[in-house]
């Protein structure tokens, strides 16, 4: 046993003993311990997992070597340096509790792809799910560790370990970093694991796992080991799920909207997010007192204030889409346009994605939008069609598939839930930091679970490693299959055509703003533009027209001033420069904002704010430590094997290998082309 100093939010340094695999106290840290769960069965006991690696770059050769390990295991802190100390624990906590197949222990792990990469090779698997490749939201244990259960946090958070410990009220014990007294962590430098740990080091790894430990009670206020979903998303899932099965009529209706494979194809092909893109003719340009407006919840207020496909898609004859586009049906159509030209004069943004189109010849581009294409072909909804059919010219253009379906509002008991989570955001702003967050979590969640790949292909773990379906050896399950067993599930409740429509109102928003604001519109984010000129009567008038659409609403999306879908203003930049979508810097009251996807927020401001937004320009280098980018090296062995390091013996398994690395301001040489063929004469 040892005494490490730690950090705390009082202020005060605290000492805590940290134990090791020998010493640490099993019988008083595992006893009266409940059993909760009635299939699944799982020890009522909070566990955190960590590890620390040293990144070995050889050559041509990375590979990651284990230096510490530590567990937080009901609230006991436990230093390991091997894998095999991490074996001993286990064994010695299954000697103590009836730990199986039916029985299960849950250590939670931050991030579980990166530990799960390095010590895989170390274990037999009984069950690894994952949504894709080297991404395990949790992997149970077999062989003689049978029942040894570890989950992803950050997948039921979806925050970092610092933000989730800074904003738990349970958290004592902050991620040390930036801490007075505390001298930052070289995650550069060589450790093996004989290699002796400072001090501050040893506080470093303490807090991972005992800051982690504290913040994941807020999540147990509710629930059990047994009731807690997987995924941040699953909280928003659970209360719709229960919200809607008081109406008995709506798992009528789920069952109804079935998709078929065609037309589940189809809504995929359609589906695309928010739409982001900078006016090319302003790319580059150093701009002064740019406006910017934002829609307050966007994509929560498209889910209550529109309509949805209400019904099950039926073919709808081709030749008469115009007429389908003045009718209150809802849309779903395979299109074909010949000699088809994006209208820059008067819409600044081009509408039709490459990455949409199905089919494509002789296309110019605008950094991935169509300006033009001899032909094109695209899979889109009535609402993206009549975008397109005002936004560009073409020759013609032929309709080669075309479902509709009545529109109708979504199911009340799933808007009130939306409404719920708005109000609660809404009323502990400013009050209550962690309940306001995790309402605005909630609520940004809505939508996204509405999207979820219901017929997504299946990863699959193996001792060979991660597989997909459709791989040699790995048939892939017919998707009707998929779909199927989806929509005759008893837990299943969500229309994905609904989710596609959410983001397709979304744009509308946008486009009917960019509309007013034409030429003058400079850069477009899902749900905000930026412009110069004077518009603020325009968005007044838009407002105006919002408040009377919810004037008509039976849901209604507002809490006290906070209103949904109104646009908001965000004040004025007094320079603003863009270099294409997510590629972008502002200065308002004398502070410069970069926003470069990708980039780190802040070091890269800071670095902006220093040499000036005259610099941020294509070539510019941010080096390793302002843009906070690493490069991630994988090493797939299928089993360990023995290095001697220093004299030293070490089991090395699969790993990963980390190396920070620059970013550097770029842009494609076909946007370049089209950046270089601007005519020179001034715009405005």
């Known amino acids: 046993m040892m005494k490490v100093k730690l950090p705390s939010k009082t202020g005060i340094i605290d000492i805590i003993k940290v134990y090791t695999v020998t010493d640490f106290p099993y019988e008083k840290a595992l006893s009266d311990l409940t059993i909760v769960g009635r299939r699944q069965k799982y020890y009522e006991c909070i566990n955190t997992f960590d590890i620390e690696v040293t990144s070995i770059h050889d050559g041509d050769t990375h590979y990651g070597i284990i230096y510490h390990l530590q567990a937080c295991i009901n609230g006991y802190v436990v230093f390991m340096r091997t894998i095999d100390e991490f074996q001993e624990l286990l064994t010695n906590i299954k000697k103590e509790l009836e730990i199986n197949d039916s029985v299960h222990m849950v250590f939670y792990v931050h991030f579980l792809s990166y530990e799960f990469q390095h010590i895989r090779n170390f274990f037999q698997w009984a069950q690894v799910f994952a949504r894709e490749k080297r991404s395990p939201l949790y992997a149970v244990m077999g062989g003689e560790f049978e029942g040894i259960e570890l989950r992803c946090s950050y997948y039921l958070t979806n925050m970092s370990l610092e933000k989730f410990c800074a904003e738990s009220k349970s958290c004592t014990h902050l991620k040390v970093k930036g801490i007075e007294g505390f001298p930052d962590y070289d995650y550069e430098k060589i450790r093996y694991p004989w290699t002796k740990l400072e001090w501050w080091e040893e506080s470093y790894c303490a807090c991972d796992v005992l800051g982690l430990w504290e913040a994941l009670h807020d999540k147990f206020l509710d629930d059990t080991m047994a009731t807690i979903p997987y995924t941040s998303t699953g909280y928003v899932r659970r209360d719709m799920r229960e919200k809607m099965r008081e109406n008995y009529k709506n798992k009528l209706i789920f069952q109804d909207l079935a998709l078929n494979p065609e037309l589940y194809k189809m809504c995929k092909s359609a589906f695309r997010g928010g739409n982001v893109h900078a006016n090319y003719f302003q790319t580059g340009e150093i701009l002064r007192n740019v406006h910017s407006y934002d829609i307050v919840s966007s994509y929560p207020y498209a889910m209550l204030a529109y309509p949805y496909p209400g019904e099950p898609f039926t073919k709808c004859n081709p030749k008469n889409l115009r007429v389908y586009l003045k009718k209150d049906i809802a849309l779903l159509c395979l299109i074909e346009f010949t000699d088809i030209n994006a209208d820059t004069k008067h ?33 889109c909804t009535d609402i993206d069609v009549a975008i397109i059919m005002e936004t560009y010219k073409f020759k013609s253009y032929r309709v080669c598939k075309l479902y509709g379906a009545k529109y109708r509002m979504l199911p009340k008991e799933l808007r009130e839930t939306v409404l719920e989570y708005f109000v609660n955001k809404s009323t502990l702003k400013g009050k209550d930091d962690y309940l306001y967050m995790k309402s605005k979590n909630m609520l940004n969640s809505c939508y996204g679970m509405m999207v979820t790949d219901i017929a997504r292909k299946e990863t699959i773990y193996d001792a060979d490693g991660w597989h997909v379906e459709g791989d040699v050896g790995f048939p892939e399950t017919a998707m009707s299959d998929k779909l199927s067993e989806y929509y005759h599930k008893y837990n299943s409740f969500l229309t994905y055509q609904w989710g596609v429509w959410v983001t397709a109102y979304a744009r509308l928003r946008l486009h009917e703003a ?53 646009w908001d203003n965000e004040g004025i930049y007094s320079t603003f420069r863009t270099w294409g979508a997510k590629k972008y810097v502002y200065e308002k009251d004398g502070k410069v904002t970069v926003t ?82 601007r005519n020179p004469e001034k715009i405005f």
Request: hydrophobic residues 35%; proline residues 3%.
């Open 347 to 379: 819409y600044p943004f081009p509408y039709i994605p490459l990455a949409k189109c199905g089919k494509l010849e002789c296309g110019l581009f605008d950094n991935g939008r169509v300006l033009h294409a001899d032909f094109l072909s695209i899979c």
């Open 514 to 566: 960019c509309r007013e604001v034409g030429r003058d519109a400079i850069y477009i984010d899902t749900d905000s533009v930026k412009f110069i000129g004077e518009y603020d009567g325009v968005f007044q008038e838009i407002n105006r027209n919002v408040l009377n659409r919810i004037d008509n609403l039976d849901v209604k999306p507002v809490s006290g001033k906070n209103i949904m879908g109104i």
């Open 596 to 677: 470069v996807a990708g980039l780190a927020k802040k070091s890269a401001s800071d670095y902006i704010q220093k040499i000036g937004i005259e610099r941020f320009a294509p070539g510019l280098v941010f080096n390793e430590k302002i843009s906070g980018r690493t490069t991630a090296w994988y090493d797939d062995r299928t089993s360990a094997e023995n290095l001697t390091i220093d004299g030293h013996q070490y089991r090395l398994g699969s790993s990963v290998a980390i190396g920070q690395t620059t970013y550097i301001l770029g842009i494609t040489g076909t946007y370049r082309q089209l950046l270089d063929s």
